[in-house]
């Protein structure tokens, strides 16, 4: 994770020289709330279901772990980070809650998803989606 410029900087130069053939993405660090949203069926079919949405409940996680579920701690299910963190159901505003709806249905076909599927999403600082 970097904090500014350099460190950024810094972090691609290593990442090209290690994966020289993968495309990167950088992203924003968004630190307010994160949710998991499941979907299943084929929109276009008229058969699909968004199911209710998953916070990730951060509130018991030892201080040394950073807020995000990296890959390394999801191969581990016995993993302290793991034991340390569950799913809750997420509570939203209305708004809220049909804006994520919206934003996983139009992610689950601008992807060409089909049959089931799980996005991920947090929130800013300042509780925009």
């Known amino acids: 994770m970097a904090h500014n410029r350099a ?5 691609l130069k290593l990442l090209r020289e290690q994966h020289p053939e993968r495309p990167l ?6 630190s307010g709330r994160e949710f ?12 699909f279901e968004v199911f209710p949405p998953v916070e990730v409940d951060y509130s018991g996680l030892s201080p ?3 807020r995000v579920q990296l890959e390394e701690f999801k ?5 302290q980070f793991w034991q340390e963190t569950k799913e809750v159901r997420a509570q939203l505003t209305p708004e809220q809650h ?6 996983a249905r139009r992610m689950f076909v601008r992807c060409g998803v ?4 799980r996005m991920d999403f947090r929130m800013d600082r300042h509780g925009h989606i």
């Open 7 to 11: 460190d950024t900087i810094k972090g």
């Open 25 to 30: 993405l950088i992203q924003e660090f968004l």
């Open 36 to 47: 998991s949203i499941g979907m299943v069926g084929n929109p276009q079919c008229g058969d």
């Open 64 to 66: 040394q772990f950073a």
């Open 75 to 79: 191969r581990d299910g016995n993993s």
């Open 98 to 103: 049909a804006q994520l709806r919206e934003y």
């Open 114 to 117: 089909a049959d089931f599927a």
